[in-house]
């Protein structure tokens, strides 16, 4: 039994230890926006947040979770920055397929929290997800945009 706190919410999971977290959080309590892609914490289809930090669940066991730990997911994520990051990727049409964008969307909200006017270095360091369409160029210039979107506030 494992005891989390998903975007606010405290709840009771009944899994093996090892179970990894994104199979919780999907099977377990229903939120589906977190996407399986690799199994091998590499291309951030599930991506998360753990107590801010964007973090990949698919390799993480749930018993490395502590209950104190605040996790937060696409569904649970709408703070201004994700929403500036969401409007650039309608605005630039980025999703494609649609696959990677929840964990493309957090991993873009966390770097322009990290990095208020993140450069192409900044952006090709650290948004390290996959994306199967290729839309890397439109993920980028959306970045830029809401960036500048936060900034102007």
């Known amino acids: 039994m494992a005891k989390l706190n998903v975007n606010g919410r405290v709840v009771d999971v009944n899994v093996e230890p090892d179970t990894p977290l994104l199979w919780v959080i999907r099977e377990q309590i229903g939120l589906t926006g977190t996407k399986y892609g690799c199994g091998v914490a590499q291309c951030g289809a599930c991506s ?3 107590d801010g930090e964007i973090t990949r669940s698919c390799a993480m ?6 209950e104190s730990q605040k996790i937060v997911t696409i569904e649970g994520a709408n703070d201004r920055v994700v929403q500036a990051v969401q409007k650039a990727w309608l605005e630039h049409d980025v999703p494609q397929c649609g696959y990677c964008q929840s964990g493309q969307v957090l991993a873009a909200a966390a770097l322009i ?3 208020k006017n993140p450069t192409d270095e900044d952006i090709d360091r ?5 994306c199967r369409c290729g ?3 439109r993920i980028r210039i959306a970045i830029k945009q809401a960036a500048s979107a936060v900034q102007a506030g």
């Open 48 to 50: 998360i947040y753990i």
């Open 61 to 66: 066991p749930v018993s490395s979770i502590k």
């Open 113 to 115: 929290r990290a990095k």
């Open 126 to 130: 650290e948004m390290t997800n996959i």
């Open 135 to 137: 839309t890397y160029n």
